[in-house]
Protein backbone atom coordinates (compact mmCIF):
# COMPACT_ATOMS: atom_id res chain seq x y z
CA UNK A 1 0.00 0.00 0.00
CA UNK A 2 1.45 2.97 -1.21
CA UNK A 3 0.81 6.38 0.87
CA UNK A 4 -1.70 7.63 -1.16
CA UNK A 5 -3.65 4.71 -0.54
CA UNK A 6 -3.35 5.57 3.24
CA UNK A 7 -4.66 8.45 2.54
CA UNK A 8 -7.80 7.01 0.34
CA UNK A 9 -8.31 4.68 3.35
CA UNK A 10 -8.41 7.88 6.49
CA UNK A 11 -10.56 9.45 4.48
CA UNK A 12 -12.94 6.11 4.49
CA UNK A 13 -11.94 5.62 7.88
CA UNK A 14 -12.57 9.18 9.35
CA UNK A 15 -15.20 11.15 7.10
CA UNK A 16 -18.08 10.45 9.27
CA UNK A 17 -15.91 11.57 12.48
CA UNK A 18 -13.98 14.93 11.13
CA UNK A 19 -13.85 17.64 8.54
CA UNK A 20 -12.14 16.43 5.14
CA UNK A 21 -9.47 18.96 5.78
CA UNK A 22 -8.98 17.94 9.15
CA UNK A 23 -8.32 13.96 7.79
CA UNK A 24 -5.90 15.68 5.32
CA UNK A 25 -3.84 17.82 8.09
CA UNK A 26 -3.52 14.84 10.80
CA UNK A 27 -2.70 12.37 7.49
CA UNK A 28 0.31 14.80 6.05
CA UNK A 29 1.23 15.51 10.14
CA UNK A 30 1.67 11.86 10.53
CA UNK A 31 3.51 11.11 7.09
CA UNK A 32 6.38 14.27 8.39
CA UNK A 33 6.22 12.78 11.47
CA UNK A 34 7.07 9.08 10.96
CA UNK A 35 8.23 9.13 7.26
CA UNK A 36 9.76 12.37 6.58
CA UNK A 37 7.37 12.85 3.59
CA UNK A 38 6.07 16.31 3.73
CA UNK A 39 2.81 16.99 1.11
CA UNK A 40 4.78 18.51 -1.53
CA UNK A 41 6.81 15.38 -1.39
CA UNK A 42 3.77 13.38 -1.90
CA UNK A 43 2.15 15.75 -4.27
CA UNK A 44 5.50 15.18 -6.81
CA UNK A 45 5.77 11.39 -6.05
CA UNK A 46 2.04 9.96 -5.70
CA UNK A 47 3.08 6.34 -5.21
CA UNK A 48 5.49 6.75 -3.09
CA UNK A 49 5.93 3.83 -0.86
CA UNK A 50 6.79 3.55 2.93
CA UNK A 51 8.26 0.12 4.41
CA UNK A 52 6.39 -0.14 6.97
CA UNK A 53 2.75 1.06 7.23
CA UNK A 54 1.95 -0.45 11.11
CA UNK A 55 2.48 3.08 12.36
CA UNK A 56 -0.01 5.69 10.39
CA UNK A 57 -2.28 2.63 10.11
CA UNK A 58 -2.12 2.70 14.25
CA UNK A 59 -2.05 5.97 14.45
CA UNK A 60 -5.69 6.13 12.34
CA UNK A 61 -6.85 3.43 14.47
CA UNK A 62 -6.79 6.41 17.40
CA UNK A 63 -7.74 8.99 15.27
CA UNK A 64 -10.92 6.84 14.91
CA UNK A 65 -11.51 6.99 18.67
CA UNK A 66 -11.02 10.48 18.20
CA UNK A 67 -7.66 10.55 20.28
CA UNK A 68 -6.20 14.27 19.59
CA UNK A 69 -3.43 13.78 17.25
CA UNK A 70 -1.00 15.03 19.46
CA UNK A 71 -1.12 12.43 22.11
CA UNK A 72 -1.00 10.12 19.22
CA UNK A 73 2.49 11.85 19.06
CA UNK A 74 3.30 12.60 22.12
CA UNK A 75 4.55 16.09 21.20
CA UNK A 76 3.11 19.00 20.20
CA UNK A 77 4.26 23.15 19.09
CA UNK A 78 3.82 26.13 21.53
CA UNK A 79 5.16 29.53 20.75
CA UNK A 80 7.05 27.76 18.37
CA UNK A 81 8.91 25.33 20.94
CA UNK A 82 8.32 21.75 20.97
CA UNK A 83 6.12 20.23 24.04
CA UNK A 84 6.16 16.33 24.89
CA UNK A 85 2.34 15.94 25.79
CA UNK A 86 0.56 12.66 27.53
CA UNK A 87 -2.76 11.77 29.07
CA UNK A 88 -1.30 13.52 32.36
CA UNK A 89 -1.47 16.93 30.55
CA UNK A 90 -3.37 19.56 28.88
CA UNK A 91 -2.82 19.95 25.25
CA UNK A 92 -1.62 23.87 24.94
CA UNK A 93 -4.19 26.18 23.06
CA UNK A 94 -3.65 29.29 20.93
CA UNK A 95 -5.44 31.20 23.56
CA UNK A 96 -2.46 30.67 25.88
CA UNK A 97 -0.15 31.70 23.76
CA UNK A 98 -1.92 35.24 23.63
CA UNK A 99 -1.67 35.08 27.18
CA UNK A 100 2.24 34.51 27.03
CA UNK A 101 2.59 37.46 24.66
CA UNK A 102 0.58 39.32 26.75
CA UNK A 103 2.43 38.68 29.83
CA UNK A 104 5.77 39.59 27.36
CA UNK A 105 4.25 42.82 26.32
CA UNK A 106 4.62 44.31 29.74
CA UNK A 107 6.86 46.66 31.12
CA UNK A 108 8.70 44.14 33.16
CA UNK A 109 11.03 45.83 35.34
CA UNK A 110 11.22 45.29 39.52
CA UNK A 111 11.51 48.34 41.59
CA UNK A 112 15.28 47.68 42.98
CA UNK A 113 16.40 45.98 38.80
CA UNK A 114 16.67 43.23 40.77
CA UNK A 115 15.66 39.76 38.48
CA UNK A 116 12.91 39.36 37.78
CA UNK A 117 10.71 36.35 39.63
CA UNK A 118 7.70 34.70 37.61
CA UNK A 119 5.53 32.10 39.07
CA UNK A 120 2.91 29.71 36.95
CA UNK A 121 0.47 27.80 39.12
CA UNK A 122 -0.98 24.92 37.80
CA UNK A 123 1.96 24.89 35.11
CA UNK A 124 0.95 21.36 33.68
CA UNK A 125 3.38 20.59 30.57
CA UNK A 126 4.96 23.34 31.37
CA UNK A 127 4.28 25.49 28.10
CA UNK A 128 3.90 29.54 30.25
CA UNK A 129 6.73 28.65 32.10
CA UNK A 130 9.17 27.19 29.66
CA UNK A 131 7.83 29.98 26.89
CA UNK A 132 8.57 32.68 29.11
CA UNK A 133 12.04 31.80 30.36
CA UNK A 134 13.01 30.95 26.80
CA UNK A 135 12.02 34.80 26.23
CA UNK A 136 12.76 36.33 29.63
CA UNK A 137 16.39 34.43 30.10
CA UNK A 138 17.21 37.10 32.69
CA UNK A 139 14.07 36.31 34.71
CA UNK A 140 13.84 33.42 37.67
CA UNK A 141 10.76 31.19 37.10
CA UNK A 142 9.11 28.74 38.55
CA UNK A 143 6.36 26.81 37.77
CA UNK A 144 3.93 24.62 40.52
CA UNK A 145 1.46 21.64 40.27
CA UNK A 146 -0.37 19.23 42.06
CA UNK A 147 0.18 16.53 39.56
CA UNK A 148 3.55 14.19 40.05
CA UNK A 149 3.08 12.97 36.48
CA UNK A 150 2.68 16.68 34.64
CA UNK A 151 5.77 17.91 36.52
CA UNK A 152 7.71 14.90 35.17
CA UNK A 153 6.46 16.00 31.80
CA UNK A 154 7.02 19.74 32.26
CA UNK A 155 10.91 18.91 33.64
CA UNK A 156 11.21 16.56 30.11
CA UNK A 157 9.97 20.05 28.95
CA UNK A 158 12.57 22.81 30.25
CA UNK A 159 15.68 20.59 29.15
CA UNK A 160 14.14 20.06 25.99
CA UNK A 161 14.14 24.03 25.19
CA UNK A 162 17.31 24.06 27.31
CA UNK A 163 15.60 26.39 29.85
CA UNK A 164 15.69 26.23 33.78
CA UNK A 165 12.54 26.29 35.56
CA UNK A 166 12.39 25.69 39.26
CA UNK A 167 9.25 23.68 39.85
CA UNK A 168 7.34 22.78 42.97
CA UNK A 169 4.89 19.77 43.75
CA UNK A 170 2.24 21.32 45.88
CA UNK A 171 -1.59 22.04 45.87
CA UNK A 172 -2.87 25.61 45.58
CA UNK A 173 -5.69 24.35 47.30
CA UNK A 174 -3.93 23.75 50.15
CA UNK A 175 -3.02 26.43 52.50
CA UNK A 176 -0.51 25.00 54.71
CA UNK A 177 1.15 23.45 51.59
CA UNK A 178 1.34 26.07 49.57
CA UNK A 179 2.91 28.57 52.21
CA UNK A 180 5.19 25.83 53.00
CA UNK A 181 6.42 25.04 49.76
CA UNK A 182 6.65 28.76 48.72
CA UNK A 183 7.88 29.91 51.79
CA UNK A 184 10.67 33.04 51.88
CA UNK A 185 9.22 33.17 47.68
CA UNK A 186 8.04 36.96 46.85
CA UNK A 187 7.10 37.20 42.79
CA UNK A 188 7.14 40.16 40.52
CA UNK A 189 4.35 37.89 38.61
CA UNK A 190 2.33 35.35 39.13
CA UNK A 191 0.04 33.42 36.36
CA UNK A 192 -2.29 31.26 35.92
CA UNK A 193 -4.32 28.85 33.76
CA UNK A 194 -6.30 27.22 36.08
CA UNK A 195 -9.39 24.37 35.92
CA UNK A 196 -12.30 26.58 35.21
CA UNK A 197 -14.90 24.36 32.57
CA UNK A 198 -17.83 23.55 34.58
CA UNK A 199 -19.47 20.60 34.91
CA UNK A 200 -22.51 22.01 33.01
CA UNK A 201 -20.42 23.02 30.17
CA UNK A 202 -19.16 19.13 29.25
CA UNK A 203 -22.51 19.47 26.77
CA UNK A 204 -20.00 21.81 24.85
CA UNK A 205 -16.65 20.06 24.34
CA UNK A 206 -15.72 17.69 21.87
CA UNK A 207 -15.04 14.15 22.82
CA UNK A 208 -11.81 14.00 21.89
CA UNK A 209 -11.49 16.70 24.94
CA UNK A 210 -13.85 14.95 27.38
CA UNK A 211 -12.28 11.57 26.66
CA UNK A 212 -8.92 12.19 26.77
CA UNK A 213 -7.49 15.47 28.57
CA UNK A 214 -7.11 15.13 32.38
CA UNK A 215 -10.01 16.37 34.36
CA UNK A 216 -8.39 16.97 37.23
CA UNK A 217 -7.07 20.37 34.79
CA UNK A 218 -10.14 20.95 33.59
CA UNK A 219 -13.01 20.80 35.54
CA UNK A 220 -14.71 22.69 38.57
CA UNK A 221 -17.84 22.02 40.72
CA UNK A 222 -21.01 24.30 38.81
CA UNK A 223 -21.59 25.58 42.58
CA UNK A 224 -17.84 27.24 42.50
CA UNK A 225 -16.51 28.03 39.68
CA UNK A 226 -13.80 30.38 40.99
CA UNK A 227 -12.73 28.04 43.41
CA UNK A 228 -8.77 28.27 42.00
CA UNK A 229 -9.47 31.39 41.04
CA UNK A 230 -10.37 32.97 44.98
CA UNK A 231 -7.55 30.77 46.26
CA UNK A 232 -4.92 32.47 44.03
CA UNK A 233 -5.83 35.42 44.52
CA UNK A 234 -5.65 35.23 47.68
CA UNK A 235 -1.59 34.03 47.55
CA UNK A 236 -0.86 36.24 45.48
CA UNK A 237 -1.75 39.15 47.69
CA UNK A 238 0.56 37.66 50.08
CA UNK A 239 3.35 36.72 47.32
CA UNK A 240 3.57 39.61 45.22
CA UNK A 241 5.63 41.98 45.06
CA UNK A 242 4.03 45.53 45.49
CA UNK A 243 3.01 46.48 41.89
CA UNK A 244 3.46 42.97 40.64
CA UNK A 245 1.34 41.51 38.10
CA UNK A 246 -1.21 38.77 38.19
CA UNK A 247 -2.35 37.33 35.00
CA UNK A 248 -5.58 34.42 34.68
CA UNK A 249 -6.70 32.75 31.36
CA UNK A 250 -10.65 32.21 32.60
CA UNK A 251 -13.81 30.62 31.53
CA UNK A 252 -15.47 32.92 28.73
CA UNK A 253 -18.51 32.77 30.32
CA UNK A 254 -17.52 34.42 33.41
CA UNK A 255 -15.27 37.54 32.76
CA UNK A 256 -17.66 39.90 35.16
CA UNK A 257 -17.60 37.50 37.95
CA UNK A 258 -13.60 37.71 37.48
CA UNK A 259 -13.39 41.31 37.62
CA UNK A 260 -15.08 41.73 40.73
CA UNK A 261 -12.88 39.34 42.39
CA UNK A 262 -9.81 40.59 41.48
CA UNK A 263 -11.37 44.16 42.91
CA UNK A 264 -12.71 42.49 46.18
CA UNK A 265 -9.25 41.56 46.65
CA UNK A 266 -8.10 45.31 45.65
CA UNK A 267 -6.37 44.93 42.78
CA UNK A 268 -5.73 48.12 40.32
CA UNK A 269 -5.85 48.45 36.90
CA UNK A 270 -7.74 45.29 36.44
CA UNK A 271 -8.02 44.81 32.72
CA UNK A 272 -10.11 42.09 30.64
CA UNK A 273 -9.16 41.00 27.05
CA UNK A 274 -10.57 39.28 24.32
CA UNK A 275 -8.67 36.73 22.56
CA UNK A 276 -8.81 35.95 19.02
CA UNK A 277 -12.12 34.69 18.67
CA UNK A 278 -13.60 38.01 20.47
CA UNK A 279 -14.02 35.44 23.78
CA UNK A 280 -13.39 36.60 27.20
CA UNK A 281 -10.08 35.03 27.72
CA UNK A 282 -7.62 36.76 29.90
CA UNK A 283 -7.80 39.05 32.89
CA UNK A 284 -4.70 41.13 34.52
CA UNK A 285 -4.82 42.81 37.73
CA UNK A 286 -1.91 44.64 39.94
CA UNK A 287 -1.18 44.29 43.10
CA UNK A 288 -1.60 47.63 45.72
Known sequence: MNLKEVQHT???????????EEIDSFFFILTESYYKVTRLKLAMEPNYVVENNEPILKALKLL???KPIQYILGETEFFGMPFKVNEHTLIPRPETEELVDWILKQKLTTSNQQQIRILDIGTGSGCIAISLAKQLPSAKVFALDVSIEALKIARQNAELNCVEVQFIEADI?????RIQKTKDLKFDIIVSNPPYVRELEKQLMKPNVLNNEPHLALFVEDTNPLVFYKEIAQFANNKLTKNGMLFFEINEYLGGEMMQLLEVNQFKNIELKKDIFKKNRMIKGIKN
Do not use: C, S, V
Request: negative net charge.
Open 64 to 66: KQE
Open 10 to 20: FHKELDAIYKK
Open 173 to 177: LNTED
